[in-house]
């Protein structure tokens, strides 16, 4: 069975900090790409970053620069470093795992707040 659990998110003031975490279980995650997407109230889910197998990765226009998506295939887990954080980012943030060819997986979200 397999499981993508989303911790680290919270309520941060703007100009903060947040790092998410994904563990995964039950997919060979080397291989996997892994990616983080987030959807806030009445928009569609978009793409924050995404991190291949190879460990190449891919940020939306929005978040190069302040965002760092990282992984550590001993531990089969994947990381956002979110720095700058702004009002702009609040939204549910999903981790995501994709092979082609294979089903494409999901977390259950995690809520990231940005507010003074």
């Known amino acids: 069975q397999v499981q993508l659990v989303e911790s680290g998110g919270g309520l941060v003031q703007p100009g903060g900090s947040l790092r998410l975490s994904c563990a995964a279980s039950?997919?060979?995650?080397?291989?996997?790409?892994m990616g983080w997407y987030r959807q806030a109230p009445g928009k569609q889910r978009e793409l924050v970053a995404l991190?291949?197998?190879?460990?190449?990765?891919n940020y939306a226009d929005s978040t190069k620069g302040r965002f760092t998506i990282s992984r550590d295939n001993a531990k089969n887990t994947v990381y956002l470093q979110m720095n700058s954080l702004k009002p702009e980012d609040t939204a549910v943030y999903y981790c995501?795992?994709?092979?082609?060819?294979?089903?494409?997986?999901w977390g259950q979200g995690t809520q990231v707040t940005v507010s003074s």
């Open positions: 991190i291949t197998g190879g460990g190449a990765t």
């Open positions: 039950g997919i060979f995650f080397s291989i996997y790409t």
């Open positions: 995501n795992a994709d092979l082609t060819y294979n089903p494409t997986h």
